[in-house]
């Protein structure tokens, strides 16, 4: 097969290929779904360098688990489920890193980096957003940047996060009466 035809190439062929130690057949992979990781790391974390790293761990950790991909669910959905684990960890792991500092009464505030693209207008609502959603529980913040950021139905969001359909909706719901409040606010 010619490596350059992987484009046209279907999701389980790549996997085979890559499993079979073609590295362009990885890297076809990694190219296809690197926007998708993107948007749902930075969704959550917002554009930070830790979401530039969760996004590159996200593709190691898929090529060590690729052996294990059985192919029941779309490829897509199963990076969905990798990028979205590894992006709660961060946020666990960063909520015990802060809380250690605000025992120590460090009340420092967060700073979100939003890239300057000229446009002010757009830059502070980009940054009013981005701080409501940091506002949100883990929990919720994860439902809205799938569903309304993403674009994923209800059913494929349930589906990438193990949680019932009806979970999905009430935590829609409950997030955007959060981010109702939030904006209010800001």
Do not use: C, W
Request: charged fraction near 35%; charge should be positive.
């Amino acid at each position: 097969m010619i490596k350059e035809s992987y484009r046209e190439v279907e999701d389980d062929i790549l996997v085979k290929a890559a499993l079979n130690g073609d590295k362009d057949a990885f890297g076809e992979i990694v190219s296809r779904y690197r926007k998708m990781v993107a948007r749902t790391v930075k969704g959550m974390l917002g554009d930070s360098a830790f979401a530039d790293d969760i996004g590159q761990e996200v593709f190691i950790k898929l090529y060590k688990s690729l052996p294990e991909f059985r192919g029941e669910a779309k490829l897509s959905t199963y990076i969905q489920k990798i990028a979205v684990n590894l992006t709660l960890n961060e946020i666990k792991r960063r909520k015990r890193f802060f809380s250690m500092f605000l025992q120590k009464g460090n009340n420092e505030l967060h700073e979100f980096d939003i890239p300057d693209n000229g446009d002010e207008k757009r830059n502070d609502a980009r940054e009013t957003v981005n701080m409501a959603l940091m506002a949100l529980d883990p929990r919720f913040r994860i439902i809205v940047t799938m569903r309304m950021l993403q674009g994923y139905s209800t059913k494929e969001t349930a589906e990438i996060l193990d949680l019932p359909l009806g979970t999905v909706l009430s935590r829609l719901s409950r997030a955007q009466e959060q981010l109702k409040e939030i904006l209010k606010k800001l």
